[in-house]
């Protein structure tokens, strides 16, 4: 597995370069990859299927000029920015078992990422819902996935330093949620590590045996699927 560390210019072309790799991969390209990305602005994030008007505060996120954007997995609707560490991870589906459906790849994956962190967090790390990492009942990881034929694309994000007053102005109580979540508002709900991005990566990459640097970067793809997709009324206005 090759590893990039790779934040690009807008919040549009990280959103498509997550897409990008895993069509780069459809495609032929035949190394796996963990990136990792670190947003310089706010925005809002849909899931796939996540319906704008109810999903998202529209009127405060204007006010605070937060543009509220869709991507391609699903799941409900973050709040991306300063202080938040994403990572993508692009596997190859073929001849592996824990990866060869939604809920078992869910498991498998939550299960990795809680192995990988406990050396630097500690054994109070506990998988809540689906896709969620908590302390003690306190959210501060959530994550998802968009499969292909041959490749997948599980990625998440990670609270470091966020804002998490931001997320109760721009985002209502989603009406479906974990039972762990009991109703709570953002800021009862989440909580930040308070740790350097660095410690992170450096634990997914041991963990992933990433290795050596991605060095080719689909630019092309990822400018494309920005300009005709992620920066458009039509997808990020869908539902």
Same mark, same amino acid.
């Given at each position: 597995?090759?590893?990039?560390?790779?934040? /690009?210019?807008?919040?549009?072309?990280? $959103?498509?370069?997550?897409? @990008?790799?895993?069509?780069?991969? %459809?495609?032929?390209?035949?190394?796996?990859? /963990?990136?990792?990305?670190?947003?310089?602005?706010?925005? @809002?994030?849909?899931?796939?299927?996540?319906?704008?008007?109810?999903?998202?505060?529209?009127?405060?996120?204007?006010?605070?000029?937060?543009?509220?954007?869709? &991507?391609?997995?699903?799941? #409900?609707?973050? /709040?991306?920015?300063?202080?938040?560490?994403?990572?993508?991870?692009?596997?190859? =589906? %073929?001849?592996?078992?824990?990866?060869?459906?939604?809920?078992?790849?869910?498991?498998?994956?939550?299960?990795? /990422?809680?192995? @990988?962190?406990?050396?630097?967090? #500690?054994?109070? =790390?506990?998988?809540?819902?689906?896709?969620?990492?908590?302390?003690? @009942?306190?959210?501060?990881?959530? *994550?998802?996935?968009?499969?292909?034929?041959?490749?997948? $694309?599980?990625?998440?994000?990670? $609270?470091?330093?966020?804002?998490?007053?931001?997320?109760?102005?721009?985002?209502?109580?989603?009406?479906?949620?974990?039972?762990? &979540?009991?109703?709570?508002?953002?800021? *009862?709900? $989440?909580?930040?590590? *308070?740790?350097?991005?660095?410690?992170?990566?450096?634990?997914?990459?041991?963990?992933?045996?990433?290795?050596?640097?991605?060095?080719?970067?689909?630019?092309?793809?990822?400018?494309?699927?920005? &300009?005709? &997709?992620?920066?458009?009324?039509?997808? *990020?206005?869908?539902?």
């Amino acid at each position: 597995m090759k590893y990039a560390d790779l934040t /690009l210019p807008t919040p549009q072309h990280n $959103l498509a370069c997550e897409e @990008a790799f895993v069509h780069w991969c %459809e495609d032929g390209h035949e190394d796996e990859i /963990l990136r990792f990305w670190e947003p310089k602005e706010h925005f @809002a994030v849909l899931g796939y299927s996540s319906r704008i008007k109810s999903e998202v505060e529209l009127a405060s996120c204007q006010a605070h000029r937060v543009p509220v954007l869709r &991507r391609c997995s699903g799941g #409900g609707t973050v /709040l991306q920015g300063p202080g938040c560490l994403n990572y993508s991870l692009i596997l190859r =589906i %073929e001849n592996r078992d824990p990866l060869k459906s939604i809920t078992e790849t869910n498991a498998f994956m939550m299960q990795s /990422l809680k192995s @990988a962190l406990e050396p630097i967090i #500690g054994s109070g =790390i506990e998988i809540q819902g689906f896709t969620d990492l908590a302390l003690g @009942a306190l959210k501060f990881s959530g *994550n998802a996935q968009y499969r292909k034929r041959y490749f997948l $694309l599980f990625h998440g994000t990670f $609270l470091l330093h966020f804002d998490i007053s931001l997320v109760d102005r721009l985002l209502p109580i989603p009406s479906r949620q974990p039972p762990y &979540r009991q109703n709570r508002s953002h800021g *009862n709900f $989440l909580t930040n590590l *308070n740790l350097p991005p660095l410690k992170i990566k450096d634990a997914l990459k041991q963990a992933w045996n990433a290795t050596e640097e991605l060095k080719d970067i689909p630019i092309d793809r990822i400018e494309r699927l920005a &300009r005709d &997709r992620y920066a458009t009324e039509e997808w *990020n206005a869908r539902f």
